[in-house]
């Protein structure tokens, strides 16, 4: 085996000798070819940069020529001064520059008129070419060079320098230039040292050839397809190399190129790859020989080698053999054995393992054998079992001792016994050992350690009794629970810990439960050691053996204490009113329905306060809820102890009152009630006066069923407060039916504006001093297909409750709008057209816009559209109406105040709303005329009117004295039935026609 080793290490190092100098040969030239390669790029790049700069200094010495011409002559030529002036100074500048073939200027129309060669081309024009086009378009072009192209005056193929010429006004007056010969370039390029294969180019940036050596006439100005250097300019890259077929002649090249920084050209250096690479390959042809000869030498040597090792080896297996005979035996003996078995020489090295051993090692038997302790397990391990082996080696005694291993399956307890083996001369030349896996053992008593903590720690009680049913033990929860410990309560019956006030049968049936061989389960009443009781959960069971026999019972016994507490405030939080602890709607409910279920007679009555929304707003919401704990307290000593109070929700209370059938009576309490709530109450030093409304409904006359009460309760308590404040209303049953009718009107009022049911009407506004028509108000109707025309007091006040008013009010605006822009299309004079407002609408956030759309949309100039806001809406969250007044102010429309007089008309509000008109309400027109209060209203606020300089108009006039007195007090306009009544939009042309006066 060691020389069988030995042999094929000196094989490796021979063939690792031989690979390295292959690869070296290989680096060195590949490095070689790379280092060829990068020369021929740093001289190509350098005679790029040499050639770049002969090119940048001729066309900028050219173009220094040029701008000479153009300062000292431009004049000159905008003058058409004779050619004997000009030509001999064009002739000077082309003797400047060998490789100008021409100076010359051309005039507006691309005619040449002065040549520095005395010689006009008469049939020569150029105002085609691109770089006499862009210095006509562009003043400012400055120098322009073009591309390559053909003479053609010459035929020889140049690149043109040129610039403007204009006279003092700034006017094109033509171009001077200057034709550079590509030929001298080319000629520039062969004086070069370059090889014969190598080749120097001037392209165009889009690759147009413009000038290359060796010369190509047939691809003179032709571009060529697919060059990467595009794809370098593309990257922003103005330099570089590549490799490829040379599209011109079909030569594998290396190029070099670089661009013009300030013009559109690039030169190319190509430097064929066959020279570049030619002394690369002589060099590469030497390894490669050397190469050879070397692996001939070295093939020698292997095959000498090769027949000495053979019969090395022959030899070697004889001896193998034998000594493998002798080891199956041993393996044999240590694989008999179940658990893992090895024997270790007293360096750590493994001789011999069995198959257990290597299947708790995670490893085939090839990867122990022959290998240490230290390579198969971790360098604590190795430590501790390095300790171990020595202590026998020293002590030449067996020894046993506990160890851990971290094998693949995890970390693994052991029980290790090692034992020394002696040679002939008593001397110990290795280790027998065997390891017993004790995981089992530790996972019991890690069972036994958790179900103790757990059964300590739980916070479930936990009792255990044996089989007759006495105490053994208990955990601590059940000792907090029953306050009794385990040394008082042991060997005892458990009849202590049961309350009296279980059920009588309450221990037979578990009994009972248990001998079935099911657990019981249910609640019962616990008594504690202090002689208090406690609901409990109890799961009894039995534990018995591998024969079935009962050994322990264990019951699992849970506090009710906290959850019953719990469920008694659930119940008392879902019954009960927490701000003024009376019962809630569910309990109120729940107690009229067992009223009702045993037949008493009574009244249920539904009180609703009026001012609790007014006291929020006043003083806060926890005023409000103050104001509602007095209420009901008031409310609970103005009854009688049998009658019940309870409060439904917001500022509504309910009563039971039990008694007779006797509608005075239930009468006189409500009106008691009624009278207790209008007493005074202070409020953070105010007297708050409360006013309620009442509905009453008689049971069982008016129903028994306590959702039915509930509704004609409700009715009755809303026909009350539509009557009066402070008053009560019996339910009687044709207020259903006016619900009922109520609720169709509102459904088919939805449909209306789908079914094109809804319409306007226009009542003409009437200028007093002139009696002329200048405006008119969009007034809002209802023709329904079976009620006929419905009155706006009869559906107007339904939207508004049901906020269909916002998509009603949205539709009057845009109608209102495209009417009149349709009115002053058909040649009618343009007039104002007045549209109301409703409150809801500003509540919304979107009110600006929706007027700026229907403008919009109907094309109706913004001053032809006036917006009509009633007194109370605006006098409503006073900054944040001024600041939307404002917004439709911007629009242009115009803004008019509706019913003024009725709220607040305080001058100091309205000097702060952009507004442009005052309309007095029709309630103080009525009796202008007989009542003195009301025509003092009338004067004050055509009085306020003008010291606003705002304009008045009043509606509601229906006789000529109501517009005496207008027109004596200097009332700007009026309204009414004495001009017209509202009127459909057709009949609005015909109405204009007649005139306010024949009207």
């Known amino acids: 085996m060691p020389l069988r080793r030995s042999t094929y290490l000196l094989a490796t190092l021979v063939g690792l000798l031989w690979l390295g100098l292959v690869v ?16 021929a790029r740093r001289q190509g790049e350098a005679l790029a940069r040499v050639l770049e700069s002969s090119l940048q200094g001729s066309i900028q010495k050219v173009d220094l020529r040029l701008q000479e011409f153009v300062r000292r002559h431009q004049y000159a030529v905008a003058a058409g001064r004779p050619r004997e002036e000009l030509e001999p100074e064009l002739n000077r500048s082309l003797g400047m520059f060998p490789e100008a073939l ?27 070419r691109d770089y006499f086009r862009l210095l006509q378009d562009q003043p400012g072009a400055g120098l322009v060079v073009s591309g390559p192209m053909q003479s053609r005056v010459t035929g020889d193929w140049v690149l043109v320098a040129a610039r403007r010429l204009q006279d003092e006004g700034g006017t094109f007056q033509g171009v001077v230039l200057a034709s550079l010969q590509v030929k001298y370039f080319e000629s520039l390029f062969g004086t070069l040292n370059l090889g014969p294969r190598d080749t120097i180019a001037l392209w165009t940036r889009d690759m147009r050839l413009m000038a290359r050596w060796p010369h190509l006439e047939a691809r003179m100005g032709q571009p060529v397809a697919n060059s990467p250097t595009q794809d370098f300019l ?23 190129f670089r661009a013009l920084p300030e013009h559109d050209f690039l030169v190319t250096v190509g430097y064929a790859i066959d020279d570049v690479l030619a002394s690369w390959r002589h060099r590469a042809l030497i390894y490669a020989c050397l190469g050879l000869v070397l692996t001939v030498a070295l093939a020698f040597t292997v095959l000498v080698w090769h027949r000495r090792f053979s019969a090395a080896t022959a030899l070697a297996q004889r001896m193998s053999r034998a000594a493998e005979e002798k080891n199956r035996e041993s393996l044999a003996l240590l694989d008999a054995i179940p658990d893992p078995a090895w024997l270790l020489d007293t ?35 190795t430590r501790r079992m390095t300790e171990g082996r020595l202590r026998v080696i020293e002590a030449r005694s067996p020894l046993r001792e506990e160890v851990w291993l971290d094998l693949p399956r995890g970390r693994v307890p052991f029980e290790f016994l090692r034992a020394p083996v002696f040679d002939a001369a008593g001397q110990v030349r290795a280790l027998a050992g065997v390891a017993w896996d004790i995981s089992s053992r530790y996972e019991a008593e890690e069972r036994r350690r958790l179900i103790t903590h757990v059964f300590d720690h739980s916070i479930e009680a936990i009792l255990i009794l044996d089989a007759t049913g006495h105490i053994v033990t208990f955990n601590n929860a059940f000792a907090e629970l029953s306050g009794y410990t385990v040394e008082e309560s042991a060997g005892q019956q458990p009849d202590f810990l049961a309350s009296p006030c279980n059920e009588p049968d309450f221990r037979a049936q578990i009994r009972a439960t248990l001998d079935r061989g099911e ?4 609640e019962a009443i616990a008594r504690r050691k202090d002689g208090s009781d406690c609901p409990v959960w109890c799961n009894i069971g039995a534990i018995v053996n591998e024969q079935g026999a009962i050994v322990n019972k264990v019951a699992f016994v849970t506090d009710l204490s906290e959850k019953k507490a719990a469920q008694a405030q659930i119940e008392t939080l879902s019954n009960v009113d927490q701000l003024t602890t009376l019962p809630n709607r569910q309990w109120f409910s729940r107690i009229l329905g067992e009223w009702l279920q045993e037949g008493c007679q009574g009244a249920l009555v539904l009180l609703d306060l009026d001012q609790l929304s007014r006291v929020n707003d006043a003083f806060g919401h926890a005023a409000g809820d103050e104001l509602l704990r007095r209420v009901g307290e008031r409310l609970r000593k103005g009854l009688r102890p049998h009658d019940i109070l309870g409060r439904l929700g917001g500022d509504q209370f309910g009563i039971l009152i039990d008694g007779r059938d006797d509608s005075r009576s239930v009468a006189t309490v409500v009106r008691h009630l009624l009278d207790i709530l209008a007493h005074p109450i202070q409020m953070q030093g105010s007297d708050v006066v409360t006013t309620a409304c009442a509905g009453i409904t008689l049971f069982p006359q008016d129903g028994n069923d306590v959702a039915l009460l509930l509704r004609n309760v409700d009715t009755a308590m809303h026909h009350a407060k539509n009557s009066n404040l402070n008053s009560y209303h019996f339910f009687a049953p044709e207020m259903n039916q006016r619900v009922v009718e109520r609720l169709r009107l509102e459904s088919e009022l939805r449909l209306a504006l789908q079914l094109d049911q809804l319409e306007l009407h226009y009542q003409p506004q009437v200028e007093i001093g002139s009696g002329q028509i200048n405006g008119f108000e969009a007034l809002l109707r209802w023709n329904h297909p079976e009620l006929g025309m419905v009155s706006p007091a009869d559906f107007i006040p339904l939207a508004e409750e049901t906020r269909l008013i916002l998509p009603i009010g949205a539709w009057v605006l845009k109608e209102a709008c495209r009417q009149n822009r ?7 004079p343009p007039m104002v057209v007045a549209v109301n407002l409703s409150a809801l609408q500003f509540q919304e956030n979107d009110l600006v816009a929706m007027v700026s759309a229907a403008l919009m949309t109907s094309g109706l100039a913004p001053r032809w559209l006036e917006l009509e806001i ?3 809406v605006i006098m409503q969250e006073l900054e944040r109406m001024v600041g939307i007044l404002e917004e439709l102010k911007c629009l242009g429309v115009r803004l008019s105040i509706d019913d003024f007089g009725t709220g607040y008309s305080s001058l100091s509000y309205l000097k702060r709303f952009p507004i442009d008109k005052i309309k007095i309400d029709r309630s103080f027109i009525r009796d202008v005329v007989s009542s003195q209060g009301d025509a003092a209203i009338v004067r004050m606020v055509i009085a306020m009117a003008g010291e606003l300089e705002r304009k008045v ?3 509601g006039v229906e006789t000529n004295e109501q517009l005496d007195f207008l027109r004596l007090h200097q009332c700007h306009e009026f309204q009414g039935f004495l001009c017209s009544r509202p009127v459909p939009a057709l009949q609005v042309p015909e109405l204009l026609a007649a005139g306010a006066e024949a009207i």
Request: proline share 1%; net charge negative.
């Open 24 to 39: 070296w040969i290989s680096m060195d030239v590949l490095q070689s070819r790379e280092m060829a390669m990068d020369a």
């Open 102 to 128: 021409s100076f010359r200027v051309a005039d507006t129309q691309g005619r040449y008129i002065y040549d520095a060669s005395g010689v006009l081309a008469s049939n020569v024009n150029i105002a085609d």
């Open 234 to 256: 593309q990257r922003g890259e103005t330099s570089g190399s590549f490799i490829r077929t040379g599209e011109l002649d079909g030569m594998d090249r290396l190029f070099v």
């Open 347 to 381: 360096q750590g090295t493994y001789l011999s393992v069995n198959e257990a051993f290597c299947r708790y090692a995670g490893r085939p038997m090839e990867e122990v054998i022959g290998h240490r302790v230290e390579d198969l397990f971790s360098e604590e391990e």
């Open 519 to 522: 657990n019981w389960l249910g």
């Open 822 to 828: 349709q009115w002053q299309d058909q040649g009618l």
């Open 870 to 872: 009633t007194e109370s």
């Open 953 to 955: 108009i009043a509606e």
